[in-house]
């Protein structure tokens, strides 16, 4: 069946206790027995509960995996994968990294013996054998957060699997509606499930998804023993966001073109970075592994004291942390969401602006954004 309809249907038969035509919160944390080892498939709810199994059969078969696994939130199935590897192994990351995944890394992984290298997505995607040597762990995003680069995944999974290690591909920027990176060879696909899939900025999860029965069966393993687990709630509503992916994915790649040919052409602004832009340098590599370019785009202005001003200064777009949510959003990297990267070896630049482009009216989008810019200049 074509996306569209897995997404609304798949792992949801009516209930069968009640016909329910919605899957139920079952919002219980545990099950009768009818004796001791004997019942329905559930025991307790941190090992599984149905309106999870739900949400981890739809998303898997999103991504095309055989095995899905739901997290309290993309955090939690970072900290998880992680406990695939062992202290003393390395991990070789992109460096353009969302930056809670390098304060994970740095501050909590590399303190306990675990190696990490950071190489440049241009690098990774051209010279992938020469930087995955000695790997037991690589770790990818594309497009990447927040400069959005390319990775070549398929090349980076062919130079992952030659040297014995796995293959991590963080999809949350793109979607599976855009990118299925296990179909492009990597081992695991990672979501942060509070932006795209849940898509309306009202819960925090997670997902990994694997076609590997050892990986999948140790991350269920490791699920139930550190216990990152979604609520059943929660998991509902990433389950309802992900009903109205595709025609929101449309939108918000219709909605980033139009914002990025507004931004191209104003004089205030000197750079543009979204993959959909024919000079993008990787442009090329995104229409081969991408449906289309998304709804994530960043941009440089002249300084910081520019970008600061202008994130504080619009109105349809709403100054938060966050993205992937049917509103516009508009941030600060550098002091915002990639704090934490400031000291490390591939800080935000400080004139950088990034837009989570929403599903509003685009005309609505450029006129904010067209004022805002205006009356930055008339501070400046
Ligand atoms: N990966 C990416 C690309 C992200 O942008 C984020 C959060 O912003 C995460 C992972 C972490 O996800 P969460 O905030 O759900 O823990």
């Known amino acids: 069946m074509d996306f569209e309809t897995r997404a609304i249907h798949a792992g949801q038969e009516p209930d069968p206790a009640t016909g329910a035509v919605i899957t139920p919160i079952y919002q219980t944390s545990t099950f009768a027995q009818e004796a001791v080892g004997v019942h329905k498939g559930y025991d307790y ?29 993309g955090v939690g199935a970072t900290s998880t994968i992680m406990h695939l590897i062992d202290p003393g192994d390395r991990v070789v990351c992109v460096n353009d990294v969302y930056g809670g995944t390098y304060r994970m890394f740095s501050q909590v992984y590399e303190p306990k013996g675990y190696r990490f290298s950071y190489v440049t997505p241009d690098e990774l995607s051209t010279e992938a054998a020469a930087n995955v040597e000695g790997a037991r762990l690589v770790w990818v995003e ?36 855009l990118q299925t990176p296990l179909d492009l060879g990597a081992d695991i696909v990672l979501h942060s499930t509070t932006k795209y899939l849940g898509g309306h900025s009202d819960v925090v999860g997670g997902f990994a998804g694997t076609n590997d029965p050892t990986i999948a069966e140790r991350l269920r393993f490791l699920q139930k023993s550190l216990g990152a687990v979604p609520g059943p709630f929660d998991s509902w509503l990433v389950l309802r966001g992900l009903k109205t992916l595709a025609v929101r994915m449309e939108r918000h790649c219709y909605n980033a073109r139009v914002v990025a040919a507004f931004l191209q052409a104003h004089p205030r602004v000197t750079q543009v970075l979204w993959p959909g832009l024919p000079e993008h340098p990787g442009h090329e590599l995104a229409a081969r592994q991408m449906r289309d370019f998304g709804g994530m ?36 990297p550098a002091r915002m969401t990639h704090a934490s990267t400031a000291t490390g070896p591939f800080a935000a630049p400080t004139n950088l602006v990034r837009l989570s482009v929403g599903i509003e009216s685009a005309e609505d989008l450029v ?4 004022r805002a810019l205006a009356a930055t200049r008339a501070r400046a």
Do not use: Q
């Open 367 to 370: 006129v904010d954004l067209d």
């Open 297 to 332: 785009m960043s941009f440089l202005v002249e300084s910081e004291e520019e970008a600061v001003d202008l994130v504080s200064h619009t109105e349809v777009w709403t100054l938060a942390e966050s993205l992937g949510g049917v509103e516009s959003l508009i941030e600060h």
């Open 142 to 177: 594309s497009p990447t957060n927040p400069l959005l680069n390319v990775v070549d995944i398929a090349a980076v999974a062919r130079a992952a699997k030659d040297v014995g290690a796995l293959l991590v591909v963080d999809n949350t920027f793109a979607t599976p509606y």
């Open 45 to 73: 709810a941190r090992v599984a509960n149905p309106t999870r199994t739900a949400l981890e059969v739809c998303l898997a078969s999103l991504e095309n995996a055989a095995h899905g696994h739901a997290f309290a939130s």
